[in-house]
């Protein structure tokens, strides 16, 4: 970032940190030095994203990251607060059911294919020597081979994995979130600044002085995220109890303290419930206040009940013993039910937003949120669903089959073919136009990169002469091959197209598969048994196909997990995934992956605000791709005398072409207009050839004032003078190769520099 393999690290720590030059080391304290001149420094932190092996973990929170996202993704509007916090409270009850989801998935592994189904039959026991001791048959009737005790030894693995999702909520933020942003009124102003009006910039909701900070948000959300967790676990030992217990010629004691125990659990679902709904993030100030009595108590409370559901479970029942599979499928479709009303809801307050203030620019029509948390349910369901199907084949490979996982898992399993069919022919669609787009590319290209020729006529004529030239001086595959970039490129603005069908045939599949499970009560196949030969062989072939794809993907993420972990490249690979999943706070779930930009962002803010303060001095910040978002992000959060003397170049840059139409209530065009309007200055170069930067687009007569025209990829159309071998295609990398770009920073630090600064059309 430097071009100087001499650097030193001038603020920050080995995660995150500013860089010069040495020689630029103590430029400060030679200011006779660098008059006029420009200190460039360099902040680092791609240690935020892929930094050690551990990050390769993250992936299985990748259900949670995404639905966080959704959160994110609500379509601009003004004076619609109730709405707005109503489509807030519908993405964090999404979230809370997928920690429920992950819990019971866990729960069905450990409680009922293990500790249920495998230990109670003889053949399973004996050949997984391990179980041993719980089996009734192989150990004699030991202590620990009561039904209910195997279930309350078994719950302590969901329980490990509650707890490690809690500590690792809580390291997390401790490590990146928790970095306080700058204090407004606390940092000195420039002896030569005036005072500016920030009532547009307060209105973005980035500019906000607590959008960095939500430390509040987060605790609660932990502390009912475990609190569900373990209320889960406590359903899943409790209620298998209680429902033997309700059997005529039972204990009353016993079915009385089942009673109970069942509506203390609901009575504590209650609870969370209402901490998950009651509030919200607050951003319009620094919120230093911590709930710490409901942070304690609710955790600590349902892991008392938890305590409570094992010893009632295990008390002895002699005339207990384990058969069939627990009464998981009404766990299993209750949750998918909710889900599916959630996402519902949650579109039709999405497209009330999305009306009191349209833009044609949003993706999807202000319905990415509710698409992008369908998909996070089926994330979710897959990875539950694939864990249930793979444990059920491993432990099952005896004499003697096991009942399996619940209806519902497999007939969710039988749906992954036709929606592998759906993402297919929505392949073969942007191949098909790609291909169109190419052809119309490469003529775009001759245009541009072969100018007539001038021949000298001959005896043949001069129009053919000149034909014969002009062909002769093109390349057909080099115009090709730009052609072909450029109309790949391109396919990024159809992703919402994609996302769009993918999350609707998702939902459409999900509710067949619900419907199928609770009215047959059997798996596809054998609903499906005297239907026609037809419907039998394609149910059938789907459940079949659904459980080998479903165990093909879980060792492909098993695989790519463990490379990642081993492997610098592919955890920075993997690292893409996160700048954008990662780059927002933690607001619909505690156990996503953490926020970076909680980190960065303050770490940026305090540089750029202390360094003009202490200097009086101007900056010009240069951003390329995510590094554009972060800088943005960080010029909102300055006071408004600052933020007047900084100019910004970014290039590569996703702030409109992804970052305005999938989250438009935070970088739309009124955000980003008011951004060009307090800063000195803003240009941005993008290429035709980049999937991921593009223009800004501001609306008016400020569009062209911050985007330069596309920028020339690759730079030499044949060999020349300048580049005797063949220019490569550069895409989304090294803009700095680009003489255009040097021009336009030179331009910004001539603006900027000792003198008066030049007009506002920059």
């Known amino acids: ?332 479709g209750g949750i998918t039910l909710v889900q599916s009303l959630l996402v519902i809801a949650l579109g039709v307050v999405a497209h009330l937003l999305y009306r009191s203030r349209p833009d044609p620019r949003t993706a999807m029509y202000g319905l990415a949120g509710p698409a992008v948390a369908m998909l996070a349910c089926a994330l979710g369901g897959v990875m539950s669903a694939g864990v249930a199907q793979r444990v059920a084949d491993w432990l099952g490979g005896t004499t003697d089959p096991l009942p399996g ?79 072909r970039t450029r109309a790949m490129a391109a396919l990024t603005d159809r992703a919402p197209r994609i996302i769009g069908v993918l999350s609707t045939v998702t939902l459409l599949l999900g509710a067949a598969a619900l419907v199928g499970a609770m009215t047959t009560g059997e798996t596809p196949a054998r609903a499906a048994h005297h239907a026609p030969a037809f419907v039998t062989g394609a149910a059938q072939t789907a459940q079949a196909l659904g459980s080998w794809l479903i165990g093909v993907g879980f060792l492909l993420f098993v695989t790519w997990g463990r490379r990642a972990y081993k492997d610098a490249s592919a955890r920075r690979t993997i690292g893409i995934l996160w700048d954008v999943g990662t780059f927002w706070p933690r607001a619909a779930h505690p156990f996503a992956p953490p926020c970076y930009a909680e980190r960065a962002v303050p770490d940026l803010t305090w540089r750029m605000a202390t360094w003009t303060s202490t200097t009086g001095g101007r900056l010009v910040i240069s951003g390329h791709s995510q590094g554009s978002v972060l800088a943005a992000a960080a010029a909102w959060q300055l006071t408004p005398s600052v933020r007047s003397r900084v100019a910004l170049l970014t290039y590569g840059s996703p702030l409109e072409r992804l970052y305005g139409r999938w989250f438009p209530a935070h970088f739309g065009p009124t955000a980003l207009t008011s951004l060009h309007r307090e800063l000195d200055c803003w240009r941005n170069l993008y290429r035709r050839t980049d999937p991921i930067g593009g223009p800004v687009r501001l609306p008016g007569d400020r569009g062209p004032q911050v985007d330069a025209e596309p920028l020339q990829d690759p730079l030499a159309y044949g060999r020349t003078a300048a580049h005797p071998l063949p220019a490569p295609i550069l895409g989304h990398s090294d803009y700095q190769a680009d003489p255009t770009f040097a021009d336009e920073r030179q331009r910004l630090l001539a603006r900027i520099g000792p003198e008066v600064p030049g007009p506002r059309q920059c």
């Open 405 to 483: 996982p619940p209806v519902l898992l497999t007939w969710q399993a039988a749906v992954i073919p036709p929606l592998l069919l759906v993402a297919l022919t929505l392949l073969a669609w942007l191949a098909r136009r790609t291909w169109v787009l190419r052809r119309e590319e490469m003529r775009a290209v001759e245009d541009e990169y072969v100018p007539p020729v001038a021949a000298a006529p001959r005896k043949r004529g001069p129009g053919k002469e000149r034909l014969n030239d002009e062909h002769e001086s093109r390349d057909a595959a080099r115009t090709r091959r730009i052609a």
């Open 1 to 332: 970032m430097l071009d100087d393999p001499r650097t030193v690290r001038v603020t920050g720590d080995d995660t995150a940190a500013v860089f010069r030059r040495i020689d630029d080391a103590d430029a400060e304290a030679r200011p006779a030095d660098y008059r006029g001149k420009p200190v460039p420094e360099a902040y680092v932190w791609s240690n935020l994203t892929s930094g050690n092996g551990s990050r390769a973990l993250w992936l299985l929170l990748l259900p949670f990251m995404v639905v966080n996202l959704a959160h994110w993704m609500r379509p601009h509007t003004l004076n619609r607060r109730r709405t707005v916090r109503l489509y807030g409270v519908l993405v964090r009850l999404t979230g809370l059911t997928l920690t429920v989801l992950l819990v019971a998935a866990v729960c069905e592994v450990a409680l009922d294919l293990t500790a249920w189904q495998c230990a109670g039959t003889r053949a399973c026991a004996e050949a997984h020597t391990w179980l041993g001791f719980l089996s009734p048959d192989v150990s004699g009737d030991g202590w620990w081979s009561r039904p209910g005790r195997r279930l309350a030894l078994a719950a302590l693995a969901p329980t490990a994995l509650t707890v490690l999702l809690w500590y690792l909520s809580h390291r997390t933020w401790s490590e990146y979130e928790s970095q306080r942003p700058m204090d407004r009124d606390g940092v000195p102003r420039p002896a030569t600044a005036q005072p500016v009006v920030d009532a547009d910039t307060e209105r973005v909701a980035l500019g906000r002085p607590g959008f960095w900070y939500g430390r509040r948000l987060v605790a609660r959300l932990r502390a009912a995220h475990a609190a569900a967790g373990f209320l889960t676990i406590a359903a899943a030992v409790g209620t298998s109890a209680a429902h033997h217990d309700r059997r005529a010629g039972g204990p009353a004691v016993l079915e009385l303290l089942g009673r109970l125990l069942n509506a203390t659990l609901v009575l504590g679902a209650v609870v969370v419930v209402w901490v998950v709904c009651r509030r919200g993030r607050t951003e319009n100030r620094l919120d230093k206040d911590l709930d710490e009595h409901l942070v304690r108590r609710l955790p600590t409370g349902s892991i008392a009940l938890l305590v409570l559901a094992m010893v009632y479970a295990g008390w002895p029942r002699p005339d207990w013993t384990s058969t069939e599979r627990l009464p998981g499928d009404l766990t299993f």
